[in-house]
């Protein structure tokens, strides 16, 4: 039954969104969609040149549960970058009599109806029109949904939850289903096409239909069910602000909860200036980092890719340079909460290693692909982690407050000469770094690289005590001149 109450709230959610549309959100949507079927068909043209799609050994529909969970990576790291959607009730709905049950369908239908929730699945169905018949690309589109409805779930539960009892569970059940879903889709694969293609065991002629539609029901029952279990855990999942052990790095905003942690993607995702910055040096390095491995196999460079260090370490090196210039803008508030410094520097270089994480997953295809030594980057992250980055935390004795809503195209606005004179500090680790790979042999050049970087991310704690002993000796003259900037 529903009540007068989930009727308020579906009338107030759909105020909402008429209000917070926009026509860019829908130009920047059509353009990755339009990129993904751009991709899509590059596959198809290169497979056209190289012999046909007619040359392939096995049937093209027992392709889809593949196609379906291929996309699960790049939707959940689209989502975690675009997605927006709220998972706690705001300030003025907590007086009314809104139940979590219906709080809950609400998140649910939000989740449902987003467009990126639908965008990469239209997609590969798309896609597959030009490969299968419209059967089975509807069945590839349902299949996909099915998928990426379970990390948009997930991501509602991870971002409610409140502490690690409640995250850990998610990501071992994630990883778990991961599994399975990988494995039920492989192995269909490899059951179908290779009985398929076997001349000694010819399949019936609707065999191979059939069973592609029974791998695919049985992902999309495997996802239905964990889209459940994640709907009656959020709806079951308890957090207030008015908890007694609410932990003190932690409050309640009008979207959910806020963070020291949350907080460096919230300032990096909003500020105009950060975030374009931040994805162009991405692009340009990646796409650096990906065409020099190409010439480091050519040219037998040593085996070393010499932009591999700046495509891990170069985003963070962006965004380090201003360590604190972002609090600069709202200091006479900083000392209002209960947020030591040391506690905010320690979060800020976590958030750069992830962010140098995230940038060795998307150069983890040239290991795959390119030749490039898995050992080479893994000492490079650790490294960029422990001793190219972890120096820059000392920039915070010298930031000034930047405009974070000006253009980021040749913008000095908040540098200072101390910090442009800091920025000569990248040249020790960086002739270390080249110094070792060009010089040493591989095995002792893995040990010494990587080994320093480890021994950076053992002492990052008292270094960054350090930093902030020192911050607070001088903080009345860094507050002050925040304040006359």
């Given at each position: 039954?529903?009540?007068?109450?989930?009727?308020?709230?579906?009338?107030?959610?759909?105020?909402?969104?008429?209000?917070?549309?926009?026509?860019?959100?829908?130009?920047?949507?059509?353009?990755?969609?339009?990129?993904?079927?751009?991709?899509?068909?590059?596959?198809?043209?290169?497979?056209?040149?190289?012999?046909?799609?007619?040359?392939?050994?096995?049937?093209?529909?027992?392709?889809?549960?593949?196609?379906?969970?291929?996309?699960?990576?790049?939707?959940?790291?689209?989502?975690?970058?675009?997605?927006?959607?709220p998972v706690e009730m705001d300030d003025y709905l907590r007086s009314r009599p809104i139940t979590p049950r219906e709080w809950a369908l609400l998140?649910?239908?939000?989740?449902?109806?987003?467009?990126?929730?639908?965008?990469?699945?239209?997609?590969?169905?798309?896609?597959?029109?030009?490969?299968?018949?419209?059967?089975?690309?509807?069945?590839?589109?349902?299949?996909?949904?099915?998928?990426?409805?379970?990390?948009?779930?997930?991501?509602?539960?991870?971002?409610?939850?409140?502490?690690?009892?409640?995250?850990?569970?998610?990501?071992?059940?994630?990883?778990?289903?991961?599994?399975?879903?990988?494995?039920?889709?492989?192995?269909?694969?490899?059951?179908?096409?290779?009985?398929?293609?076997?001349?000694?065991?010819?399949?019936?002629?609707?065999?191979?239909?059939?069973?592609?539609?029974?791998?695919?029901?049985?992902?999309?029952?495997?996802?239905?069910?964990?889209?459940?279990?994640?709907?009656?855990?959020?709806?079951?999942?308890?957090?207030?602000?008015?908890?007694?052990?609410?932990?003190?790095?932690?409050?309640?905003?009008?979207?959910?909860?806020?963070?020291?942690?949350?907080?460096?993607?919230?300032?990096?995702?909003?500020?105009?200036?950060?975030?374009?910055?931040?994805?162009?040096?991405?692009?340009?390095?990646?796409?650096?980092?990906?065409?020099?491995?190409?010439?480091?196999?050519?040219?037998?460079?040593?085996?070393?890719?010499?932009?591999?260090?700046?495509?891990?370490?170069?985003?963070?090196?962006?965004?380090?340079?201003?360590?604190?210039?972002?609090?600069?803008?709202?200091?006479?508030?900083?000392?209002?909460?209960?947020?030591?410094?040391?506690?905010?520097?320690?979060?800020?270089?976590?958030?750069?290693?992830?962010?140098?994480?995230?940038?060795?997953?998307?150069?983890?295809?040239?290991?795959?692909?390119?030749?490039?030594?898995?050992?080479?980057?893994?000492?490079?992250?650790?490294?960029?982690?422990?001793?190219?980055?972890?120096?820059?935390?000392?920039?915070?004795?010298?930031?000034?407050?930047?405009?974070?809503?000006?253009?980021?195209?040749?913008?000095?606005?908040?540098?200072?000469?101390?910090?442009n004179f800091f920025s000569f500090v990248m040249f020790i680790p960086m002739g270390i770094y080249y110094a070792s790979y060009f010089l040493l042999?591989?095995?002792?050049?893995?040990?010494?690289?990587?080994?320093?970087?480890?021994?950076?991310?053992?002492?990052?704690?008292?270094?960054?005590?350090?930093?902030?002993?020192?911050?607070?000796?001088?903080?009345?003259?860094?507050?002050?001149?925040?304040?006359?900037?």
């Amino acid at each position: 039954m529903i009540t007068t109450a989930t009727k308020e709230l579906f009338r107030l959610w759909m105020v909402q969104k008429r209000r917070a549309f926009t026509w860019k959100d829908v130009f920047i949507g059509a353009y990755f969609f339009g990129l993904f079927i751009f991709v899509l068909l590059g596959v198809k043209h290169a497979l056209d040149e190289t012999g046909g799609i007619g040359e392939i050994p096995f049937p093209l529909i027992s392709l889809v549960p593949l196609l379906a969970v291929s996309i699960i990576p790049g939707d959940m790291m689209m989502k975690l970058f675009w997605r927006r959607s709220p998972v706690e009730m705001d300030d003025y709905l907590r007086s009314r009599p809104i139940t979590p049950r219906e709080w809950a369908l609400l998140v649910l239908v939000d989740t449902k109806v987003g467009f990126l929730q639908w965008m990469l699945p239209l997609a590969i169905s798309f896609t597959t029109l030009l490969f299968m018949p419209f059967a089975f690309a509807l069945l590839t589109f349902v299949t996909a949904y099915t998928c990426t409805l379970v990390n948009a779930l997930l991501q509602n539960c991870w971002r409610r939850a409140p502490g690690n009892q409640y995250t850990l569970p998610l990501a071992f059940g994630y990883l778990f289903w991961l599994f399975l879903v990988y494995v039920l889709a492989g192995v269909a694969f490899v059951v179908i096409g290779l009985a398929a293609d076997d001349p000694s065991e010819p399949l019936l002629p609707m065999a191979t239909e059939w069973s592609t539609l029974v791998a695919s029901l049985l992902l999309i029952l495997l996802n239905s069910l964990v889209c459940f279990i994640l709907h009656r855990y959020f709806a079951r999942m308890k957090n207030h602000n008015e908890e007694t052990h609410a932990p003190v790095t932690t409050t309640v905003r009008s979207l959910g909860q806020v963070s020291l942690w949350s907080i460096e993607w919230v300032q990096l995702l909003r500020s105009k200036r950060l975030r374009v910055s931040f994805f162009f040096i991405v692009v340009i390095f990646l796409l650096n980092t990906y065409m020099q491995q190409q010439d480091t196999i050519q040219q037998d460079m040593n085996g070393v890719n010499i932009m591999l260090m700046f495509g891990i370490a170069f985003p963070s090196i962006i965004l380090a340079q201003w360590v604190m210039g972002c609090e600069a803008n709202f200091c006479s508030g900083l000392w209002t909460k209960p947020w030591p410094v040391e506690g905010i520097l320690r979060r800020k270089y976590v958030f750069f290693c992830a962010i140098c994480c995230a940038m060795a997953l998307l150069i983890l295809p040239c290991v795959l692909w390119l030749g490039m030594s898995f050992w080479t980057l893994l000492c490079t992250l650790l490294f960029s982690c422990g001793i190219f980055v972890l120096p820059f935390m000392a920039t915070c004795l010298y930031s000034s407050r930047m405009d974070l809503f000006a253009s980021a195209f040749f913008n000095y606005q908040g540098a200072n000469k101390q910090l442009n004179f800091f920025s000569f500090v990248m040249f020790i680790p960086m002739g270390i770094y080249y110094a070792s790979y060009f010089l040493l042999p591989h095995l002792y050049a893995h040990l010494l690289v990587g080994g320093l970087g480890i021994l950076g991310i053992l002492l990052h704690r008292p270094y960054i005590h350090w930093i902030a002993t020192i911050w607070h000796r001088r903080r009345y003259q860094i507050m002050e001149r925040w304040l006359a900037e």
